[in-house]
């Protein structure tokens, strides 16, 4: 039986039991998402087309932080608990992309000829990219399923098959 998480009705709708990430401050959350997304790419586009040889690892770097903002952006808005997962997981690999290049950019300026999004932990951008990840986690670690041992969409009352056991 499919995940009721990732299947949709025939008009393609998500079904009604799919938990919205996008409520209250999840709005807020996909909007800075979506900001983050068109400045990454517009910056790391620009770059990568014009003078992709004054610095590849800089502007690399910059696609790559594009890439996750855009992965965060599309989970929040699509919704639900395999998508809440997939988000967090995103959250946490990019927090680490911003200390990691946040402290090579602090310690070896001169490996960057020019800056990144994660360059100095996001100084560029108001510190935006170091706070939205661990604002992110914080958020989807609180919409999180409580887990009740039932799979998403499974009737109240039912028991999971004992490990091993066939239906």
């Not at 709708?13 to 068109?38: C, F, N």
């Not at 770097?61 to 967090?88: K, Q």
């Amino acid at each position: 039986m499919p995940d009721a998480d990732t299947t949709t009705d025939r008009a393609g709708a998500a079904p009604a039991d799919r938990k919205r990430l996008v409520s209250g401050p999840g709005l807020l959350l996909v909007w800075l998402y979506g900001v983050m997304v068109v400045g990454a790419v517009s910056r790391s586009a620009y770059q990568i087309s014009t003078e992709f040889d004054r610095a590849p690892l800089a502007y690399s770097l910059s696609a790559v932080a594009a890439l996750a903002y855009a992965f965060i952006t599309y989970s929040l808005v699509r919704g639900g608990e395999t998508a809440r997962r997939a988000a967090l997981v995103c959250c946490a690999a990019e927090l680490a992309g911003v200390l990691a290049v946040g402290t090579w950019t602090v310690l070896r300026p001169e490996s960057f000829p020019d800056t990144t999004v994660w360059s100095q932990f996001g100084m560029g951008y108001l510190f935006i990219p170091v706070i939205l990840p661990i604002t992110g986690m914080l958020w989807l670690r609180k919409r999180r399923t409580p887990d009740t041992g039932k799979r998403a969409g499974a009737k109240p009352g039912a028991r999971r098959p004992a490990p091993g056991a066939t239906r």
